[in-house]
C-alpha cells in the first residue's frame, strides 16, 4: 500500500514511536484525507517480517502476501457494516455506498458492541507469527455507547503484543476515557495546490470547485466528482442564494431522497462563506457564488445568520435519525428562509 503525496511528513514522525509503540494510536483529523488508507498502511508494516528502512512494509513476505489477500491470521478491521463493501478510502469517511438501493433493513451505521467482544477470542491467542496484533478501527466515533464502554475495558487492560489503530474525524464526539487511553495523532489537510496537483493527476475535471466545496478534502472531492453530479448540490445552492417560503416546500420535495447529512454540510458550508463575506468579504467553498453570497450578505443581519448557523450545527447531529425526510428538509429551508430572507 501507497501513502497520498501530503502525508510523508506524517509518515517520517510515525516512525519515531516505533521504538516505544503505544498500544493504542487515535489518528484524528478532516473528513476524506485519507486517515483509513494511512491507518492501513501501518497496520501492514507492523505486520510485515522485513519491514524497509523507509518503515514500509517489503511487499513480498508471507505477512504482506496474507495482508493484501485480507486473510492475515493477526489482523482485524472493525467498522461499521454499512461500509464493509466500500473502498478504503471513502469508507474513513462514512460515505453513502453508491448505486446501492436501501432494503428493508439498511445496514448499521454504527460500530456494535458484538464487533468489539468478537476480538476478544482474536487477543487471547498466540499469534502466529510472534510478532504483532493489530487492529483497526474507523471511524471511531462510530462506536455506540455499549460498543464504546466495552473498548475502553480493553483499552484500560491491554492483552500484551496487540496494538489498536484508530482513526476519527470528530474527537469531540468519542468518550474522554477512550481518548485519555490513546496517543493522538494528527493527520491535518494537505495544502489547496498540493490537493489540486493530485486531483488533477486523478483526470478530475474542474478540480478546483470539487476541491472548494468538499472544503479541501481531496479524498472527498473524488468521490464527489465520481458521482456525476451536482444536481441536488446546485438546487440548494440556488434556494439558498433566494430563499423564500414556495421556493422552500418545492425545493424540499426535490432534496428529500437526497442523503440529509450531505444536505446539511453543504448549508453548514454556505453558512461559513455568508458569515465570511459579510465579515472579512472572503469565500472559501463556494466562490462561484460570489455574487449571490455578496447581495446575501449585505442584507442579512448578523444576529439572523449566527441563529442560522446554530440551527444548522443542531440539525447535523441528528440528520441520519429524522422521522421522515422530507418534514426534515422543510423544516431545514423554512427555518434558514426565516433567518436570511
Known amino acids: ?77 472493525v467498522r461499521p457494516e454499512a461500509l464493509e463493501d466500500e473502498p478504503t478510502g471513502d469508507a474513513e469517511e462514512g460515505a453513502e455506498p453508491a448505486g446501492k438501493s436501501k432494503s428493508a433493513k439498511a445496514p448499521s451505521k454504527e460500530i456494535k458492541i458484538e464487533q ?29 455507547m455499549p460498543a464504546s464502554n466495552a473498548l475502553l475495558k480493553t483499552l484500560e487492560e491491554p492483552p500484551p503484543g496487540t496494538v489498536f489503530l484508530l482513526a ?60 456525476g453530479s451536482r444536481d441536488d448540490l446546485e438546487a440548494l445552492l440556488g434556494f439558498l442564494a ?18 440529509l447529512s450531505s444536505l446539511v454540510a453543504w448549508q453548514q458550508r454556505w453558512l461559513y462563506d455568508l458569515m465570511s463575506v459579510k465579515l472579512a468579504g472572503k469565500i472559501r467553498y463556494y466562490p462561484r457564488y460570489e455574487k449571490q453570497l455578496a447581495s446575501l450578505a449585505g442584507r442579512v443581519h448578523t444576529a439572523s445568520l449566527n441563529r442560522a448557523i446554530k440551527s444548522a450545527n443542531e440539525r447535523r447531529a441528528v440528520a441520519d435519525h429524522p422521522l421522515s425526510a422530507k418534514l426534515f428538509v422543510e423544516d431545514m429551508l423554512l427555518e434558514y428562509t426565516s433567518c436570511c430572507a
Open 116 to 144: 468489539i467482544r468478537a476480538l476478544s477470542d482474536f487477543m487471547n491467542i498466540s499469534t502466529h507469527r510472534q510478532g504483532l496484533r493489530v487492529v483497526v478501527l474507523y471511524p471511531a466515533e462510530a462506536l455506540n
Open 1 to 77: 500500500m501507497t501513502l497520498y503525496p501530503w502525508q510523508g511528513a506524517a509518515w517520517t514522525q510515525l516512525q519515531a514511536m516505533r521504538a516505544r509503540l503505544p498500544h493504542a494510536i487515535l489518528f484524528h483529523g478532516p473528513a476524506g484525507v485519507g486517515k483509513a488508507d494511512f491507518l492501513e498502511t501501518f497496520a501492514q508494516s507492523l505486520l510485515c517480517e522485513n519491514v524497509r528502512p523507509d518503515g514500509h512494509a517489503c511487499e513480498a513476505c508471507a505477512s504482506c502476501g496474507w495482508f493484501v489477500q485480507n486473510n492475515h491470521p493477526d489482523y482485524r478491521r
Open 168 to 227: 476519527s474525524n470528530s474527537l469531540d464526539r468519542l468518550l474522554p476515557t477512550i481518548l485519555s487511553r490513546c496517543r493522538k495523532f494528527a493527520l491535518p489537510m494537505p495544502s489547496h495546490p498540493e490537493a489540486l496537483a493530485w486531483l488533477s493527476a486523478q483526470g478530475v475535471l474542474d478540480a478546483d470547485s470539487w476541491l472548494r466545496e468538499q472544503g479541501g478534502a481531496p479524498l472527498a472531492a473524488l468521490r464527489e466528482s465520481e458521482g
Open 242 to 259: 433566494n430563499p423564500a417560503v414556495d421556493g422552500a416546500l418545492r425545493v424540499a420535495e426535490k432534496l428529500s431522497k437526497s442523503p
